[in-house]
C-alpha cells in the first residue's frame, strides 16, 4: 500500500473510532437528562449532537496537543501502520462494549491500543513519552494522561457529592413546582457537558490524524487542518444519534434520577470535562459522568445507588487498556505490519 493509501486508512478508522465514541460515551452524556426526564430522548439527541459538533470545532487544540506529543516515534511513514493498529483496536473495544451494554471508556481503548500498538511495532516502549508527573495541569506526556484519567473520576464524584449537598440546603423550603425550573435549566447544562465532551474527545482522533499526515509529510505536527476538526465533529454527533440503549439504560440506573440529580451531574460533569479540554486534559468522559452520578446518588442516599451497576462499570474501565493493547499488539502483528510496503517495520 502507498504512503497516500496508509494515511487515507488511517483518516477512515480514525472516523470510524470517532463515530464509536459518539455513540459509546454520547451515551452517557445524554443519560441524565433521559433518566430524570428533564428532556425527551429526542430533544436531548439534538441537544448533545449539535452541541459536540460545536465543541469539535470551537473547543481548541490542547488536547489534539497532548494526544499527539505521547509517541516520539521518528516522523517517518513506519508510524501510520502503528496509529492504524490503535485505532482498529480501539475500535474493536467500542463495539464489543455496545453489544455487552457497557459504558466502557473510549479514551482507554485509544490509550491502550496505542502503547500495544507501539510495542508491537518496535518491540519495547522505547517510542512511548513518559514524560513528567506535575498536577493535572504541569504534567507531560503519558503521566498526563494518565492523572487525567484516574483524577477526574475522582473529581466528579466529589464535585456531584457537594453539589447535592449544597443544592437539596439552598431547596429546602422549595415547592413542588421548582421541578418544572430545574428541567428547564437541564437545556443549559446538557449542552456544556456536549460542549466539553465534543471538545476533548474529538480532538483525540484529530491529535492521531495529525501524527499521521506530518508522519507521512502532509502536514504540521503543531497545527489541525479545518477539514480534519470538521470531519470528526460531524461524525462524532452522527455517533451521538446512534445512542447505544443499554448503556443509556446504564448509566441513568446508578441512581433513580429527578430533576434535580439530572441537573446537577450534568452541570457538575460537564464542568470538568470543559475545564480538562481547555487545558488539555484527556479524560474519559463516561467514567466523570458515572462517577459524579454515584457521587450525587452518595450524597443523597448511599443504598439508593446500583453499587452492582457502578463495580461492572469499575471492572470495564480496569479491563480497557491492557485488552485493547492486546488485540492492538495482534492487529499489527497479523494485518497492518504487512500492509506497508514503504518502509521497514521495526526500530
Not at 20 to 43: C, K, P
Not at 81 to 90: E, F, I, N, Q, Y
Not at 150 to 169: D, E, W
Not at 171 to 190: G, I, M, P
Request: glycine content about 12%; proline content about 3%; some cysteine.
Amino acid at each position: 500500500m502507498s504512503i497516500e493509501g496508509m494515511v487515507a486508512l488511517v483518516v477512515a478508522l480514525g472516523l470510524v473510532f470517532t463515530y464509536t465514541n459518539g455513540f459509546q460515551d454520547g451515551s452517557s452524556v445524554a443519560a441524565s437528562a433521559i433518566a430524570s426526564r428533564g428532556l425527551t430522548r429526542t430533544q436531548t439527541i439534538l441537544l448533545v449532537s449539535t452541541f459536540e459538533l460545536l465543541g469539535a470545532l470551537l473547543g481548541g487544540s490542547a488536547v489534539a496537543g497532548t494526544i499527539a506529543n505521547v509517541s516520539t516515534w521518528p516522523a517517518d511513514p513506519t508510524l501510520l501502520p502503528v496509529l492504524a493498529s490503535a485505532l482498529a483496536a480501539a475500535i474493536f473495544w467500542n463495539y464489543m462494549t455496545r453489544l455487552l451494554g457497557v459504558p466502557s471508556s473510549s479514551t482507554h481503548a485509544l490509550i491502550g491500543g496505542l502503547l500495544g500498538a507501539v510495542l508491537a511495532g518496535s518491540g519495547s516502549f522505547h517510542y512511548i513519552q513518559l514524560g513528567n508527573v506535575g498536577g493535572l495541569v504541569n504534567a507531560t506526556g503519558l503521566s498526563r494522561i494518565i492523572i487525567s484519567l484516574f483524577m477526574s473520576p475522582l473529581c466528579g464524584f466529589a464535585v456531584g457529592y457537594v453539589v447535592l449537598i449544597l443544592s437539596v440546603l439552598l431547596l429546602r423550603r422549595a415547592s413542588n413546582e421548582v421541578n418544572d425550573l430545574l428541567k428547564k435549566a437541564q437545556w443549559f447544562a446538557v449542552p456544556l457537558l456536549a460542549f466539553g465532551h465534543g471538545a476533548n474527545d474529538s480532538q483525540k482522533t484529530m491529535g492521531l490524524i495529525v501524527l499521521a499526515l506530518y508522519s507521512a509529510g502532509l502536514g504540521s505536527r503543531d497545527q489541525v487542518p479545518f477539514w480534519v476538526r470538521a470531519l470528526t465533529g460531524i461524525t462524532l454527533a452522527l455517533g451521538v444519534v446512534s445512542l447505544a440503549p443499554r448503556i443509556v439504560k446504564r448509566v441513568g440506573g446508578i441512581y433513580p434520577m429527578r430533576p434535580l440529580h439530572g441537573l446537577v451531574a450534568e452541570a457538575s460533569s460537564g464542568l470538568i470535562v470543559l475545564i480538562a479540554s481547555l487545558t488539555g486534559g484527556p479524560l474519559a468522559a463516561s467514567q466523570v459522568i458515572a462517577s459524579t452520578v454515584i457521587g450525587v446518588g452518595t450524597a443523597e442516599r448511599k443504598k439508593g445507588v446500583q453499587w452492582v451497576i457502578a463495580r461492572e462499570m469499575v471492572r470495564a474501565w480496569c479491563l480497557t487498556i491492557p485488552s485493547a493493547g492486546i488485540v492492538a499488539f495482534i492487529f499489527y502483528s497479523l494485518i497492518f505490519r504487512h500492509l506497508s510496503n514503504f518502509a521497514s517495520v521495526g526500530h
